[in-house]
């Protein structure tokens, strides 16, 4: 499958050195049996790696039967084959936003990528290794709209999900949008292709990877003028700092070669999305 294409080939020449792994299981395994994590030495250690992904984010994170697609997932098989893991050894871990830091406090998970944003906050909790992506909030409009920014949302009707930020930043900025909270980001996109809304707004991957898909294609378009800046970070165990920087070498060396700007385009390609200020971003030392 197209998810892990760009991972098998990392996965292989691990292969090749004999260092593959086998899956480990529990509830939500959906790949091999037996148990085992990360080593921090870098190589596979007879188990599998869990990493936790979003399963509900087209271009970036997308479970479809047994199919993981998206940035996230190219991302993290990259990564995952560098430590020594082959593809068919990692266990994909739904991990929604609010539950990230738990997952790897509890050692549920042994990676997150699942657009996970650095911040202070959550660096108190967990580690980060990267950025690997550097997003920005942006709107999506039908491709015949004439919203160019925030500034042009007075009146508009405006949709995100209940209790987003993005949507809070929004309504602060611009006090006459008229704000429409859905449960779900897919609502929101149905009911702008409908003529319902008049803009959606979260990080315009998100956005990106929505119009990207078959059934919006030329019908929307991510407007492109960022109005924030959301540095996409790898999280792991707090103060793990061999394993840490195992993974920011990972990034590093997916950038240099090439892979980062493939994956970018395989996924968020088809939606015309080009990746703002500040991409492919500078991987921080892990300390």
């Known amino acids: 499958m197209r998810s892990t294409r760009i991972g098998l080939v990392a996965a292989a020449a691990v292969l090749g050195l004999g260092l593959s792994a086998c899956g480990s299981s529990d509830g939500d395994s959906d790949t091999g049996s037996g148990d085992g994590g990360a080593a921090a030495d870098g190589g596979g250690d007879g188990g599998g790696i869990k990493i936790g992904i979003k399963f509900d984010q087209p271009g970036l994170?997308?479970?479809?039967?047994?199919?993981?697609?998206?940035?996230?997932v190219d991302v993290a098989t990259y990564v995952a084959g560098e430590l020594g893991y082959a593809a068919d050894s990692i266990e994909w871990v739904q991990a929604p936003s609010a539950q990230?830091?738990?997952?790897?406090?509890?050692?549920?998970?042994?990676?997150?990528?699942?657009?996970?944003?650095?911040?202070?906050?959550?660096?108190?909790?967990?580690?980060?290794?990267?950025?690997?992506?550097?997003?920005?909030?942006?709107?999506?409009?039908?491709?015949?709209?004439?919203?160019?920014?925030?500034?042009s949302l007075d009146g508009k009707k405006l949709c995100s999900v209940t209790g987003s930020t993005s949507?809070?930043?929004?309504?602060?900025?611009?006090?006459?949008?008229?704000?429409?909270?859905f449960g779900t980001y897919s609502e929101c996109v149905a009911a702008l292709a409908s003529g319902a809304i008049d803009a959606v707004t979260t990080d315009d991957t998100i956005l990106a990877g929505y119009a990207a898909q078959e059934q919006y294609a030329g019908k929307?378009?991510?407007?492109?003028?960022?109005?924030?800046?959301?540095?996409?970070?790898?999280?792991?165990?707090?103060?793990?700092?061999?394993?840490?920087?195992?993974?920011?070498?990972?990034?590093?060396?997916?950038?240099?070669?090439?892979?980062?700007?493939t994956i970018v385009d395989d996924n968020l390609g088809p939606a015309g999305y080009t990746p703002g200020e500040g991409n492919p971003p500078t991987p921080e030392p892990c300390s």
């Open 220 to 261: 929307l378009k991510v407007v492109g003028n960022t109005f924030s800046e959301e540095n996409y970070g790898i999280g792991l165990m707090k103060g793990d700092t061999e394993l840490c920087q195992q993974v920011t070498d990972a990034i590093t060396k997916m950038i240099d070669d090439g892979t980062w700007q």
């Open 100 to 151: 990230r830091e738990t997952l790897i406090e509890t050692g549920q998970v042994d990676l997150v990528v699942a657009t996970y944003s650095i911040t202070d906050e959550r660096a108190e909790k967990i580690s980060f290794a990267g950025p690997y992506f550097i997003a920005g909030q942006d709107l999506l409009v039908t491709a015949d709209s004439d919203i160019t920014g925030p500034d």
């Open 61 to 72: 994170g997308l479970k479809q039967g047994s199919d993981y697609t998206g940035m996230d």
């Open 167 to 181: 949507a809070q930043n929004v309504q602060e900025d611009v006090p006459g949008v008229n704000l429409q909270e």
